[in-house]
């Protein structure tokens, strides 16, 4: 009797297994730093799971369309925190995962993909915009979903540019990546024509975001701060260290409007995007995950949908292949922008309109009209293939 | 000789307008309306007001109603076209945006974008009858000329899905280039058209093989590549000229059904997506959605004849007679 029960035992696996094939499994790691940057705003202070809350809907996307194809994707997350050795934690990533999304500064991603070099395993760069990952630091084995900070200077200088507003105040806060954003503001400006009237530094001279009484002396300070500029458009803050850039809105000497990283922004996302059916990736989002959708959850959510696109694409679960269609001119892949994205050649960067917004709303969607370029429109934004200094390897 | 040409057009001219008599409605995305025009005089006779964000729009079977799905209101509102006013709603799911009826006009489909599913519903009942789990973010919607398949895109899947009418199971699903739009097939059932927005390229499918044998592609020049968007399709009864609406490129381009080559492009106004030929197939109407009007196009003459101003972000176009 109980040896009957055996034998039918394994007959049904037998019939199961081969009624439907199991599905091909594609594992993708999520490689996060932990420790969550402080914002002037309340409302941008970051969720603990940004980024990673990106990532899994895009899961959840390819696997929607994975059940059709038979084939499952799964996502496997870690943080490290600034002691951890990121080298060692990211190759047993590696060893589980042939793809691994990133979220990690310039230096962090660079150890990683060395130490990844001879592995095959693809890298995702949805977190760091620094431009040197894409020109003198470039990988052969990282391809960069984030907009780098060139391209998201250069969306906001076509704008103000068409706009009229020709002559710009540019305040840059004393740290090292709040100097990178003003060098690439300077480079938009003379890039589309306009004029950097002045330049005055806000040095970070320590002291909480938040206090009980703080908007009482910030009211004092920016207009000080901002009396006896020449005569000048719009006021252009350089503060990705967040600072100060969010107290100068309504508080300038003059009254001008201000952009940059306060006033009008450019980001790949902003959760008020509505256009060329965002609002369903949002309503998606929000349902999923109970808040609303940054940038850095659409660059993960990018990233992940990139491997779905190309695991469809090519219907299998060969990373090797999957990789050479990524890398090859067949690619694109559509993001909520309007346009399809695709990887610029010379060095793995993707090809994204960026978003001006204001907190509210979506102002504007560059490249702007009137810019036009030889090949895409979408390379008049940041370094291009003649300026590049990337020799991939 | 000149006089002689004018009073040979105005003849013609003549001869043409009564057997064109027909009303068209236009769903008004943005302007939360419907414009209800006269193919005689081309002329805007109403403007009606409906819910929230109109998109899919077309006449019942009978032509007795026109269904428009309001999204951002979760139904299909129902105007009757002798008042021209909303007389009924539908039980749609949520966030409809396409929808297809069977040609007993007994049985409708909706492609819910939100909720990734396709709604059955009763129209007789008015009651819904079930669900169709798709790929993500289901919008084109068609059935093939026998009854026997129904076809849904799903613009993140970037599949055309196979549903049997009967079991209401998926039995194939073809993978396209990326956002498909809109799905038609030829008249006789020998070809599925697809049309991928982002991808820029309308697949042709063997319905019998159920997979892509074909693929249009696009080029204008002097236009980015990345600015052709082909999404509205439509083909002449005998399958012999199809047009298809390229988005923000503002063209039209006019197809040959057989060999797939694009004769010509058309252009027409800004972000042009969807269409309806007149049911004599004389005239094609197209939204174009920026420039908030409808382009009249000649079929035979390959012409656009006429603009006609609508209302704001004009998205579908249904076209029946009288």
Known sequence: MFRWLIGTIALSMVVTGALAADPVEIHIGYLGHAGIKSTLSLIQQPADNDGIAGARLAIEDNNTTGKFLNQRFTLDEIKVKDSDDVAKVATDLAGRNDYIITDL?????????????????????????????????????????????????????????????????????????????????RRAATRFGAKIVQERTFEDTGGARRTDSGVTLIQRQMPVFTQQAPAYDVLVAADESEVFANYLPYRTWDPRPVAGSAGLVPTSWDAAHDQWGAVQIQNRFVKLNMRRMTALDMQAWTA?????????????????????????????????????????????????????????????????????????????????????????? | MWRRCLLTGMLVWLAATPASAFVAYVSNEKGNTVTVIDTDSWTVTKTIKVGQRPRGIEFSRDGKFVMVAVGDDDTIQVIDTKTQEIV?????????????????????????????????????????????????????????????????TSETTNMAHFIDTTTRQIVANVLVDSRPRFAQFKRDGSELWVSSEIGGTVSIIDPVKREVTGKITFEIPGLRNEAIQPVGIGMTKDGKTAFVALGPANRVAVVDGATHKVLKYLLVGQRVWHMDFTPDEKYLMVTNGVSNDVSVIDVAAQKVIKTIQVGELPWGITIAQP
């Open chain 1, 105 to 185: 500064p310039a230096d962090a991603l660079l150890k990683v993909a060395d130490a990844l070099r001879d592995r095959g395993t693809m890298l995702l760069n949805a977190g760091a915009i620094d431009d040197r990952l894409r020109e003198q630091d470039c990988r052969a084995n990282v391809i960069h979903i984030a907009p780098t900070r060139s391209m998201l200077a250069d969306a906001l200088g076509q704008y103000l540019v068409w706009k009229q507003w020709k002559r710009w105040l540019l305040v840059t806060g004393s740290h090292d990546q709040d100097k990178l954003y003003a060098d690439a503001l």
């Open chain 1, 304 to 393: 992940a949908r990139t491997i779905g696109e190309a695991t469809s694409r090519t219907n299998s679960g060969d990373p090797r292949k999957v990789i050479a269609f990524l890398k090859g001119k067949d690619f694109s892949i559509a993001a909520f922008k309007g346009t399809r994205l695709t990887l610029r050649d010379w060095n793995l960067q993707l090809r994204q309109p960026i978003l001006l917004a204001d907190g509210r709303m979506v102002v504007s969607v560059s490249p702007q009209e009137g810019f036009l370029h030889q090949v895409s429109e979408l390379d008049t934004l940041g370094v291009d293939r003649p300026e590049t200094k990337c020799k991939l390897q």
């Open chain 2, 88 to 152: 009924d709603t539908l039980p749609s799911g949520p966030d409809p945006e396409l929808f297809t009826q069977d040609a007993a006009g007994k049985t409708m489909y909706v492609a819910n974008e939100n909720d990734n599913t396709v709604t059955v519903i009763d129209l007789e009942k008015r009651a819904r009858l079930g669900d169709i789990q798709v790929g993500v973010e289901p919008e084109g919607m068609t059935i093939s000329p026998d009854g026997k398949i129904l076809i849904n």
